[in-house]
T-cell receptor, first 114, second 109 residues
């Protein structure tokens, strides 16, 4: 079983559209994240949720809205897509109180905005 | 969080040890050193972490200098599958790790 799974793996869409990426983890972790990796390969955190509550919200346009229906799921909804949103989006999970430093990442969702 | 400095790229012959350095001269006493790697088109993968003692697991060894201002990740017998970008991260907790540009390791047959 995949520990952290994201869907879809590839997403091609037009500017101005609204799209969602789903993430699920079956590790029993209580913290989930969204990271963005741009064309220059920098990996930057966008959001972090602990037990369905937002704990980290980096400087991300409010067109991006994460939603956590339960602690095993963290979905990313993006409104009014722009060319600059093209990137690979990674979901991750961890135990919040742990000091192991181990984040488990999904395989990524490559978003292309035309 | 302390900033880290890593070489942009390194090569290593297959079967030899790969030694990846990382400088973190501004590290504070409660900050851990973490290493992750990202194989092409995959999500980052945790390798190892440590505070001040050297650490070893099934994937690698982590050597931290006594003053904790630098560390070295050692892959004892590099294989072609170890070709990846390796990230050294210094952080107080397990969460919200910030990834820099990393070292691109190429294992050569």
């Amino acid at each position: 079983d995949t520990a952290v799974s994201q869907t879809p793996k590839y997403l091609v869409t037009q500017m101005g559209n609204d799209k969602s990426i789903k993430c699920e983890q079956n590790l029993g972790h209580d913290t989930m994240y969204w990271y963005k990796q741009d064309s220059k390969k920098f990996l930057k955190i966008m959001f972090s949720y602990n037990n369905k509550e937002l704990i980290i919200n980096e400087t991300v346009p409010n067109r991006f809205s994460p939603k956590s229906p339960d602690k095993a799921h963290l979905n990313l909804h993006i409104n009014s897509l722009e060319l600059g949103d093209s990137a690979v989006y990674f979901c991750a999970s961890s135990q919040f109180l742990g000091q192991t430093g181990e984040l488990f990442f999904g395989e990524g969702s490559r978003l292309t905005v035309l | 969080d302390a900033k880290t400095t890593q070489p942009t790229s390194m090569d290593c012959a297959e079967g030899r040890a790969a030694n990846l350095p990382c400088n973190h001269s501004t590290i504070s006493g409660n900050e851990y050193v973490y290493w992750y790697r990202q194989i092409h088109s995959q999500g980052p993968q945790y390798i190892i972490h440590g505070l001040k003692n050297n650490e070893t697991n099934e994937m690698a060894s982590l050597i931290i200098t006594e003053d904790r201002k630098s560390s070295t990740l050692i892959l004892p017998h590099a294989t072609l599958r170890d070709t990846a970008v390796y990230y050294c991260i210094v952080r107080t907790g397990a969460n919200n790790l910030f990834f820099g540009t990393g070292t691109r390791l190429t294992v050569i047959p």
